[in-house]
């Protein structure tokens, strides 16, 4: 790893690369090497989010010149199909998963792949406002279901 991540470094350094970046489902993996890249690719959302703010984010974060970008920010779209114990309303649309990935002060991009047209409308829609406090947290009692 560390003679790929040298090369890696030599290229960028020879202006063949512009950035190095890694993509971890593992918050342990990605602790350990964001120090290393230019870009972090984490598996975040409102139901993937304790191991993401415990580590990787704050390892990121700490880590000279290095975005974050989400992944998996709807957890494959079981988010937004709600929850039997849920009771504060409606479950999450996909632009509610993705603002709130974005609300973490940590990720700078949330990578998503729409089911259709609609949807990535609809998830387009929900970047142009910003989670409020009280809707953040309301989000982290969904996911902690």
């Given amino acids: 790893l560390a003679a790929a991540l040298a090369q890696a470094r030599q290229w960028q350094d020879q202006g ?3 950035y190095i970046g ?3 489902h593992s918050h342990a993996v990605a602790t350990a090497l964001s120090k290393f890249t230019d870009i972090t690719m984490l598996r975040y959302s409102m139901g993937h989010r304790l191991a993401a703010e415990a580590t990787s984010l704050p390892a990121a974060a700490a880590a000279e010149e290095n975005t974050v970008l989400s992944f998996c920010s709807t957890r494959w779209n079981q988010l937004q199909e709600g ?7 409606e479950p999450p649309s996909s632009a509610d998963c993705l603002s709130f990935a974005l ?3 940590s990720v700078g991009g949330v990578l998503h792949s729409a089911r259709d ?3 990535l409308r609809e998830s387009l829609s929900g970047l142009r406002y910003k989670l409020r406090d009280d809707e953040r947290r309301r989000w982290e009692r969904y996911g902690a279901l």
């Fill in 117 to 119: 047209e609609e949807e």
């Fill in 22 to 24: 890694l993509s971890s």
């Fill in 16 to 18: 063949r690369v512009r």
């Fill in 103 to 105: 609300s973490h002060p």
């Fill in 83 to 89: 929850h039997a114990d849920w009771t504060e309303g």
